[in-house]
C-alpha cells in the first residue's frame, strides 16, 4: 500500500489548458476523454479559458470540473487565453489542447512512462495527432500526410515543462492567435536549448464539421500572422530563419522532402494514390495563400 502512494507521489503532474469559444457542440468530447484517462485525477487539472462564450461552454466545463477562466475582446484570442492557462496552471508540465481533441485514453499514462525512461530530460513532447475528418477518404489522406510529419519541423509539441514554457520571450505570441503560433513557439523552445521527445499514444482531432473546401480555403485565415512569423524570425535569429522557417513554407521541403527523408519514402510507393491527393490538396491551399 506504501509503495503504491510512493508510485503516485513520484508520476509527474500536468494541467491540461483548452482555450474555447461557443464550444458547447465538440467541448464535452474533449473533457470527457480527460475525466476518463488511466491515470490519477490528483495528478492532473484541467483548465478551460473561454473567450466570451454566448453559449453553454462555461457551464459545460464547470459540471466536468474544470477550472474556468474568462478573457474579454475580439476574437481570435487564442494564444491569450494559452497563456493565462499556463499562468494559472500548478502542474509540472502543460498540455497545450484544442476544444475538438479527444485524448486516448493511455495518453498521460504513456507520457509519465516516458518522463520516467527518459529520466525527465526532454523539455517538451510532441504527441501523435489523428484527424477525424468529414469523410473515411479524407481521414485516411490526412492521417496519411500527418504519419511523415511526426517530430520534424511541420509538427509542433504540446506537452512543455513549465519551467521552460516561462523562460520563452513571447509565451504563446499573441500576435500569432491566426498564424503559426504553435511552430513560434517550437523556435522560442529552440532558442532556448530545450530537449524534445515524442509519446506513443495520440490525439484524436474531430474535424467533421470542415468540409474539403473549407479546410483549404481558412488558411487565408492565417495570411497576415504568416507574414508576421516570417518577418519576425529572419530579423531575430536568422539561422532559424534559414534552417526552419524557409523549410516550413518550402515548395520543396513541403510538397516533396518532408515525404522522403529518412527513408520515408518507401512509405510513399504502396500509397501514391493517397500522395497525389495530398499535392493536390496542398497546391490548392498555396494557391489560397498566393491570392490572398
Known amino acids: 500500500m506504501e509503495n503504491n ?4 507521489n513520484n508520476l509527474p503532474t500536468l494541467s491540461i489548458i483548452i482555450p474555447t469559444r461557443n464550444s458547447e457542440m465538440v467541448l464535452p468530447v474533449c473533457l470527457r476523454s480527460l475525466i476518463n484517462q488511466n491515470y490519477p485525477k490528483a495528478k492532473f487539472e484541467i483548465i478551460v479559458v473561454d473567450n466570451e462564450s454566448s453559449d453553454k461552454t462555461v457551464e459545460i466545463a464547470k459540471s466536468f470540473g474544470a477550472k474556468v477562466f474568462l478573457v474579454k475582446w475580439k476574437p481570435s484570442q487564442v ?3 494559452r497563456n493565462l492557462g499556463a499562468k494559472k496552471a500548478r502542474g509540472k508540465y502543460l498540455l497545450f489542447l484544442d476544444h475538438d481533441m479527444e485524448l486516448s485514453k493511455n495518453l498521460i499514462k504513456n507520457f509519465a512512462e516516458k518522463v520516467s525512461k527518459t529520466k525527465d530530460i526532454p523539455d517538451a513532447w510532441y504527441i501523435p495527432e489523428k484527424i477525424v475528418a468529414s469523410s473515411p477518404l479524407f481521414s ?3 492521417n496519411f500526410e500527418g504519419s511523415f510529419y511526426n517530430s520534424t519541423i511541420i509538427e509542433a509539441v504540446r506537452i512543455i515543462r513549465k519551467e521552460k514554457f516561462n523562460l520563452t520571450p513571447e509565451k504563446y505570441d499573441p500576435r500569432l492567435s491566426n498564424g503559426p ?12 536549448g530545450c530537449k524534445f521527445d515524442i509519446i506513443n499514444e495520440s490525439i484524436y482531432h474531430h474535424e467533421e464539421r470542415l468540409s474539403y473546401w473549407r479546410y483549404v480555403t481558412k488558411r487565408k485565415d492565417w495570411v497576415k500572422g504568416i507574414d508576421l512569423y516570417k518577418a519576425k524570425w529572419e530579423r531575430r535569429n536568422i539561422e532559424a530563419y534559414n534552417n526552419v522557417v524557409k523549410r516550413q513554407f518550402g515548395i520543396y521541403y513541403r510538397l516533396i522532402g518532408v515525404f522522403v527523408e529518412n527513408g520515408k519514402w518507401k512509405r510513399l510507393l504502396p500509397n501514391f494514390h493517397l500522395y497525389l491527393s495530398i499535392l493536390i490538396t496542398k497546391i490548392l491551399v498555396g494557391l489560397m495563400y498566393l491570392f490572398k
Do not use: G, H, S
Not at 5 to 8: A, E
Open 79 to 81: 494564444c491569450t487565453q
Open 181 to 192: 503560433a504553435d511552430w513560434d513557439m517550437d523556435l522560442q523552445l529552440k532558442e532556448l
Open 5 to 8: 502512494k510512493q508510485l503516485v
Open 140 to 142: 485516411k489522406i490526412r
